[in-house]
């Protein structure tokens, strides 16, 4: 089945750095595009990056452009997210997610808090 485990978030202060992981099992990684989303609560899970199967082509929300870089290890599985220049409002619930056929799956996430 599809698994998706997402690891590296943390408590970080604003301006500062985190690289957040997300291993993929169950499904061929290397055809499906990947996703990032994040949520806080009361609000809609946002979607903040997506990347190509291949990695040739990504997407980023507006509020991340310029700081925040998504790629893929293909041989490992595994799709990442670069956070730079970290604000408190980038503090949320972050998610991995990939869609096979009609579904969607996403991790359990992983918690990313930036505050002094």
């Known amino acids: 089945q599809v698994q998706l485990v997402e690891s590296g978030g943390g408590l970080v202060q604003p301006g500062g750095s985190l690289r957040l992981s997300c291993a993929a099992s169950?499904?061929?990684?290397?055809?499906?595009?990947m996703k990032w989303y994040r949520q806080t609560p009361g609000k809609e899970r946002e979607l903040v990056a997506s990347i190509t199967r291949s990695g040739g082509s990504t997407t980023y929300a507006d509020s991340v452009k310029g700081r925040f870089t998504i790629s893929r290890d293909n041989a490992k599985n595994t799709v990442y997210l670069q956070m730079q220049s970290l604000k408190p409002e980038d503090t949320a619930v972050y998610y991995c997610?990939?869609?096979?056929?009609?579904?969607?799956?996403w991790g359990q996430g992983t918690q990313v808090t930036v505050s002094s």
């Open positions: 997610n990939v869609q096979v056929g009609r579904s969607d799956y």
């Open positions: 169950g499904f061929i990684f290397n055809i499906y595009t």
